[in-house]
């Protein structure tokens, strides 16, 4: 099947929908059964569309960003590109990643610089910190939330902190990131939503205006000051940028932590491996990443008439490039729906592919390992009270949970809590001893 | 046999340095990839394999 050419008269046509509760109990299973249909197919929900759950198929779609765009029509001048979201909706605009090149190139020259192996590094002392006073601050309890207590704020304040934002500003920008991406948009919530995602994108206009007066260091004042040929970036896309930023730095690791957690919490042996077995984290990171998908796919728009991967679109077409169900295909993942933790190779999607490769992954691959390895040598023992687990209503963009609690033995702090440890880190930022 | 990056295929996923640190180093400004060494040893040849065997872009390419 995957070899045969499908014709758009001929289509092979499926009932996909990622924001489903069906997709969200087994989307591995889900995946199996349109890709062993066809591993491009068609979805008449949601306006209509093409879900790729080929690993093979992906690749070669994610590289024709000529013919695959991401592109947001924002200003009218290109109706039918609805950017990343499936369906297509309103509220804040994601910045670069609803842009393709030559235009996000610029973006993303000014940001790398901010998020490569190598510079990452600098905050590693932060996120250090902030997570030990997460734990600090549950640690004699034996009692714990894994997204509210630890994995909602060590991201966040480190999105913050990158983007030159007040660190204790996590918590107005939290609970509407988080909310954009778990509200299906078929739920009574979703009008609501999408107002706090535009006065979140309102905020964020206002800081970028502040930024230019008083310029703090970090990615806003690299976005503003930057200059090709004479030329700056304009304000929708700084600002939508951030949205991205915020949306990308709070929501994805603290997902895979979330469901890592989750799937570790029945497995001693292994939380053991991980402390023990020399470059074991590195691995595990992969596969965790790849297993869960944490940022399950993005939705693109076909700019012509074309056959791409031996199969034929049309011009203005929607595809959703599932990132998630090509990270199951048993093609290029044997036992695709079990976590090895020394997997390899393992050319996962998870972080996207072609020039769209997610602009965090360095940090966020750091992040995470400083996350876990102090979750298991402080709570060796916990065990996630199964009740109290709630996952994400919808997982079609992000893999996540809104609550993880669980139950531990007691231990000793170590230092400050998290109040106390943003205003010091604050204090550091403002006297310039973090930038370097 | 000889290892190399194609630039314009790679998006710095950087787990060719995971799997082959001796052989890939990553750019300070973007984390994409370049080799740095010319004479592959054979303990280095089954490293600059497995790289070439992980990479998500396929953007290593070896000349036997």
């Given at each position: ?56 198929q ?10 695959v ?27 670069f ?10 973006y ?8 490569s ?11 250090e910190?902030?997570?030990r ?11 714990v ?25 996590w918590?107005?920008y ?29 905020r964020?206009?206002?800081?970028v205006?502040e930024?230019?007066v ?5 990615m ?27 949306g ?35 691995t ?7 297993y ?22 049309k ?19 044997p036992?695709p ?32 390992k ?36 669980a ?23 403002d ?6 | 046999?000889?290892?190399?990056v ?36 054979p ?9 070439a ?9 070896i000349?036997?």
């Amino acid at each position: 099947m995957a070899d045969s050419k499908q014709m758009p008269d001929n289509r092979v046509v499926v009932d996909f929908n990622q924001h489903t509760p069906e997709y969200r109990a087994e989307f591995p299973q889900v995946g199996h059964a349109i890709r062993e249909a066809c591993p491009v197919a068609w979805s008449p929900n949601n306006g209509g569309y093409w879900v790729v759950t080929g690993h093979d198929q992906l690749t070669e779609l994610a590289k024709r960003h000529d013919l695959v765009s991401n592109h947001r029509d924002s200003d009218g001048t290109k109706p039918g590109y609805d950017g990343i979201s499936i369906p297509s909706r309103e509220g804040a605009y994601a910045g670069f990643l609803e842009m393709d090149p030559p235009e996000l190139l610029d973006y993303r020259k000014v940001l790398n610089p901010f998020l490569s192996p190598a510079a990452v590094k600098m905050w590693a002392p932060l996120i250090e910190d902030v997570n030990r006073a997460c734990i600090d601050d549950v640690i004699e309890s034996g009692r714990v939330d894994f997204v509210d207590d630890i994995a909602n704020i060590t991201p966040a304040v480190l999105t913050m902190a990158m983007l030159g934002l007040p660190l204790a500003d996590w918590v107005v920008y939290c609970e509407p990131a988080h909310a954009q991406v778990y509200t299906p948009p078929t739920s009574p919530d979703f009008e609501r939503v999408i107002q706090g995602s535009m006065a979140m994108a309102a905020r964020l206009a206002e800081c970028v205006a502040e930024i230019r007066v008083d310029p703090k260091p970090g990615m806003i004042k690299a976005l503003v000051d930057a200059e090709f040929s004479g030329r700056r970036l304009p304000d929708e896309g700084i600002i939508g940028t951030c949205a991205l930023l915020i949306g990308g730095g709070f929501d994805t690791t603290t997902s895979l932590l979330a469901a890592s957690l989750d799937w570790l919490d029945t497995r001693p042996a292994e939380r053991q491996r991980l402390l023990h077995e020399e470059g074991l984290i590195d691995t595990a990171t992969e596969e965790f990443v790849r297993y869960f998908t944490p940022a399950q796919g993005g939705g693109r728009t076909i700019t012509q008439d074309c056959e791409v991967a031996g199969f034929e679109f049309k011009q203005l077409d929607r595809v959703f490039l599932s990132y998630a169900l090509c990270n199951h295909d048993p093609a290029v993942f044997p036992d695709p729906d079990e976590i090895l933790l020394d997997r390899w190779p393992n050319r996962h999607a998870a972080f996207g592919m072609g020039v769209h490769r997610c602009i965090g992954s360095n940090l966020a691959r750091m992040g995470f390992k400083i996350m876990l390895t102090q979750i298991l040598e402080r709570m060796p023992d916990y065990r996630i009270q199964g009740d109290g687990v709630v996952q994400y209503e919808s997982i079609g963009v992000i893999n996540g949970y809104q609550h993880v609690p669980a139950t531990f033995t007691p231990g000793r702090r170590l230092g400050a809590g998290v109040e106390e440890a943003l205003v010091d880190w604050q204090g550091r930022i403002d006297v310039g001893e973090v930038w370097s | 046999m000889k290892v190399r990056v194609e630039e314009s295929v790679c998006q710095g996923h950087t787990l060719c340095a995971l799997a082959a640190p001796e052989v890939f180093a990553l750019r300070d400004e973007d984390g994409h990839a370049y080799v740095i060494v010319d004479q592959l040893s054979p303990n280095l040849e089954v490293q600059a394999r497995k790289a070439a065997a992980g990479c998500p872009e396929r953007a290593i390419l070896i000349d036997e």
